[in-house]
């Protein structure tokens, strides 16, 4: 175990190394489930079933005015609930570090729900910016008329 927890270094360090490793961590999981779906049939109709789903849903928020506001609008909070509960897990994470034997677990099972929580509403936020940016999509989609306007062959 590093003794070294007081320097500015080593915390800057690890921060930023996590963040590496979950961004790269995103682009792995993705990468192996479409390798996973190549050869399980399970896995790629999962897969088709969840973007039938996003467009499905895409194209309902697009029928509406406010579809995209609204899309913002839960991703936003959805994000904002994902800092405040990373935020307190970080808090948990301090508490662990000055606890006392009998109740270092509390500190442990709260981190462990609020990083819960957090992927939750990450997952969420994504979802929702996907299915904005197809309902996006669908709404700016050039029609037949738009390619060959009147008076043009």
């Not at 590093?2 to 995103?26: S, Y």
């Not at 029928?63 to 609008?73: D, I, M, N, S, V």
């Amino acid at each position: 175990m590093p003794q070294n927890f007081g320097d500015p270094w080593w915390w800057t360090t690890t921060v930023v190394l996590a963040l590496l490793l979950n961004v790269l961590g995103n682009f792995a999981k993705d990468w192996i489930e479409r390798l996973w779906g190549r050869f399980s049939k399970g896995t790629r109709l999962r897969r088709e079933n969840e973007q039938a789903e996003i467009d499905q849903e895409a194209a309902l928020f697009a029928a509406k005015p406010e579809g995209l506001q609204y899309l913002a609008f839960i991703a936003l909070v959805a994000l904002q609930f994902a800092s405040i509960f990373t935020t307190m897990a970080f808090a948990c994470l301090v508490w662990v570090q000055v606890s006392q034997p009998p109740l270092i677990w509390v500190p442990f099972v709260l981190m462990l729900v609020f990083t819960g929580i957090t992927a939750a509403a990450m997952n969420l936020a994504q979802k929702r910016v996907l299915v904005a940016l197809r309902a996006w999509r669908v709404l700016n989609r050039p029609s037949a008329t738009d390619a060959h306007p009147e008076g043009e062959s």
